[in-house]
């Protein structure tokens, strides 16, 4: 085991469940040493096979049963194991132990997920990311169960069987996979004015990261923390990747889908293998229970975030990924996540959305891990002993030793005891609550745009441009134009400009919406759901907008050598080693897998050849300098392949560096015609050094050039 998993009590624990196979003999699940595993038992050579085949018939047997049902939403997911330590006190504000001593790692199990496709679906499909941690702490199993958005669709858990069954696929012919642009979706979403702020992210680049190692996640609900005086305070969780939030474009999501359609799963395993480990800074938003008030929007409403400059985010710990799991369906499959997994210290709010959610995930593991033992299965283990009366049920693991499962008992001693409150004994945060049972939701709810309408103009124009155009490519597999004319009509509430951008495209009519949801009855007694215009308190919050991340790092990056025989190995390996030396990868791409031999005489081994990958899989190419190398590769067999991966990353807003003698390739290429400054392409012959090109890379994309390189 690697030093940085050392001293983690949760791979202390998993270990004692782990298996070798290495020199061992196979062995049946009994126990009973296997002398053939090739031939069943039959009557005579070529006779039938005879039922007494115990062998066969358990091998057959456990096969038969290996899949259990995927999760119904996000069931395509990659996980990894890693530390949380804290920075920063929150003593003050939570009795939380793993939140309040400064200097303490706790063990934790993420699990990263696509919400709609499948379990064998691509990571590049435009959707919300699942960003799911389980905290193993001293004082139990604590789940924030998050996403990589800050806000949710819906304000009501009673929608979510709706809203999940309007983006799965369609159900008569189960198409489309992975994809919220068909009917079913955009009808429920033009009559849920609600979800028009989730929308918004949802056609943003933040539905196509770059990488898991590259998003933001967020606890979206309000929830609370209580510390020792049993005083609350209301809580927003944040994660921000120290690596900087960053995109990919659609055009290359969707290339990746087909080249590489595991290129999320693929990253994070060889960002972790690489020690390259991913790492985010854990913050949250404070605010006073008596401030609940304060603000233009209801805490409680999920549809709605804080804005940062209203609210600061305090950083206060790291979370670092350090460890792959050991094994796919024992980790990452069985791991059950659920938000009503609280410590001492933490507690809830009373938004609708995340009271329903605390139903919904214990009853769903009941169905997808099959027994109420799920918790005893490694990966769901709490690293304090589990000590209750509950007993039996499938698959029960524990011995629970004596007479004794009911409480309050004489015979066991009373074991085990209650814990007071000075011992870690949960209580709940003890709130006034009272009010009529009524099925009505609060007006304070009934804004839908406002954050829409700061999270559009908080956007800069090429981030704007790719939501227009997100919208246009969804709304352009609707078939049913009423459909399309009612989205525009809710992005009218936003903005005129972007309705009337997208409708012209659609080839539809900006209309005014009058009721958008005819099907409630009159007398639902639910409030008008249609908002009234309102303007956000802030207008525009920078924290909304991807620009200003962090662009000073190449850190993990990978980038593409494309070269042939006769390239100029020294120039190549120099590059090689400063790119390397600031924790970037290098991979040579070549024609073929045979040894490149180098002006110098060496040979370099390619990784990858032409037709094995594509620029969509790196971040940036470096042209190997020398003139031979350049000629095979614009060799007519090489030629076409060569300039499509130059264009692509062209097009995709990549730095692309041509090392000296490419010069014909250069001009081969639809860079040649661009008439502007452009900083991520850079000319050996011109000037430009190895520098400008870690520089351009450390950008990450020129997005600002995105129309100029495109034209
Ligand atoms: Fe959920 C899984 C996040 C609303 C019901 N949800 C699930 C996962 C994540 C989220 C990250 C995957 C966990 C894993 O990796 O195993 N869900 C959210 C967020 C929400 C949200 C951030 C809103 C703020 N979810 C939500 C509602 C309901 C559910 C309102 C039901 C009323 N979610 C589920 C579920 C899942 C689930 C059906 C499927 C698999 C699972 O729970 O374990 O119960």
């Known amino acids: 085991m690697k030093n940085e998993t050392q001293n983690n009590k949760k791979l202390d624990q998993l270990e004692a469940h782990s298996t070798s196979n290495e020199n061992k003999k196979l062995t049946t699940n009994q126990g009973i040493k296997i002398n053939n595993n090739q031939d069943s038992l039959k009557s005579g050579e070529r006779g039938p096979t005879l039922l007494e085949d115990f062998i066969l018939r358990e091998k057959i047997t456990h096969f038969d049963h290996e899949r259990i049902p995927e999760r119904i939403v996000h069931a395509r997911g990659s996980g990894a194991h890693g530390i949380f330590k804290l920075n920063k006190s929150l003593r003050a504000y939570t009795k939380a132990k793993f939140l309040s001593e400064v200097g303490l790692e706790t063990p934790v199990f993420v699990r990263f997920s696509t919400v709609a496709g499948s379990k064998g679906s691509t990571d590049l499909a435009r959707d919300v990311r699942g960003f799911a941690i389980k905290f193993y702490t001293e004082e139990g199993n604590y789940d924030l169960v998050a996403n990589n958005m800050p806000v949710f669709f819906i304000q009501d858990a009673i929608k979510f069987p709706d809203l999940v069954h309007a983006v799965k ?34 056609m943003s680049d933040r539905a196509i990261p770059r990488s898991l190692r590259m998003m933001e996640g967020f606890g979206v609900h309000s929830f609370k923390f209580i510390n020792e005086e049993g005083k609350a305070h209301f809580v927003k969780f944040h994660f921000k990747p120290k690596l900087g939030v960053h995109s990919v474009a659609w055009d ?7 080249v590489d359609p595991d290129f999320h799963k693929r990253d994070l395993w060889e960002a972790i293998e690489n020690g390259a480990y991913p790492e985010w800074d854990f913050g949250v938003q404070l605010i006073p229970e008596e401030n609940e008030h304060q603000f233009d929007f209801d805490l409680l409403d999920p549809t709605k975030l804080v804005p940062e400059e209203e609210v600061p985010v305090e950083i206060i710990g790291t979370l670092t990924l350090n460890k792959n799991p050991d094994n796919f369906f024992a980790e990452t499959e069985q791991v059950a996540f659920h938000p009503g997994h609280l410590v001492p210290g933490i507690d809830f709010s009373n938004d609708p959305l995340l009271q329903g959610r605390l139903f919904s995930y214990t009853d769903t593991q009941l ?18 002993t589990v000590h209750n009366n509950q007993r039996d049920g499938h698959m029960r693991q524990q011995i629970a030793k004596g007479k004794v499962s009911y409480e309050p008992n004489s015979i066991g001693g009373g074991c085990p005891f209650q814990a007071m409150m000075s011992e870690g004994g949960f209580t709940s945060h003890q709130e006034r609550v009272s009010g009529e049972k009524v099925r009505k939701r609060s007006q304070s709810f009934v804004d839908h745009y406002s954050q829409a309408k700061l999270f559009y103009n908080s956007q800069s124009v090429p ?16 078939t049913i134009p009423e459909i399309r004319e009612r989205v525009v009509g809710q992005l009218n509430f936003i903005d005129n400009n ?9 080839g539809v009519t900006v209309k005014k919406l009058d009721q958008p949801n005819q099907s409630i009855p009159a007398d639902a007694n639910i409030a008008d759901l249609q908002s009234e215009e309102k303007e956000p308190k802030t207008k525009i919050s920078q924290a909304l907008s991807m620009k200003d991340t962090v662009k000073d790092t190449i850190k993990s990056r990978k980038i593409g050598f494309i070269i042939s025989n006769g390239a100029d190995g020294a120039a190549l390996t120099d590059l090689k080693t400063k790119l390397e030396n600031k924790g970037a990868k290098a991979e040579i791409i070549a024609p073929s897998l045979a040894p490149v031999i180098t002006i110098d005489n060496k040979p370099l081994i390619p990784k990858h050849s032409l037709t ?27 030629r076409h392949l060569t300039l499509r991966f130059i264009n692509e ?13 490419t010069e014909e390739l250069y001009m081969s290429s639809n860079i040649a015609m661009k008439k502007h400054e452009d900083p991520a392409v850079i000319i050996s012959k011109d000037g430009g050094s190895d520098e400008q090109f870690i520089t351009a890379i450390a950008g990450h994309r020129v997005w600002d050039l995105e129309m100029e390189r495109n034209m």
Not at 649 to 661: E, P, R
């Open 252 to 258: 290359e999501a969707q290339r990746i889908s087909g």
């Open 498 to 506: 972007l309705a009337q951008t997208v409708a012209e495209k659609l």
């Open 367 to 384: 169905s997808r891990l099959g027994s109420p033992n799920f918790h005893e299965i490694p990966i769901n283990r709490s690293i304090n």
């Open 649 to 661: 990353a062209y097009k995709h807003c990549k730095a692309i560096y041509f090392g000296s003698g």
């Open 463 to 478: 981030e704007q441009t790719h939501l227009q155009n997100a919208l246009v490519f969804e709304l352009s597999k609707v």
């Open 169 to 202: 696929p369609e159900p008569d012919n189960e198409i489309p996979q992975a994809a919220s642009a068909h009917d079913t979706f955009w009808d429920f979403i033009s009559l849920m004015p609600e979800s028009m702020h989730m929308i918004m992210w949802l």
């Open 612 to 638: 094995s990958t594509a620029s969509v899989c790196f971040d940036a190419l470096y042209i190997g300098a020398g003139e031979k190398s350049a000629a095979e590769l614009m060799a007519p067999e090489n």
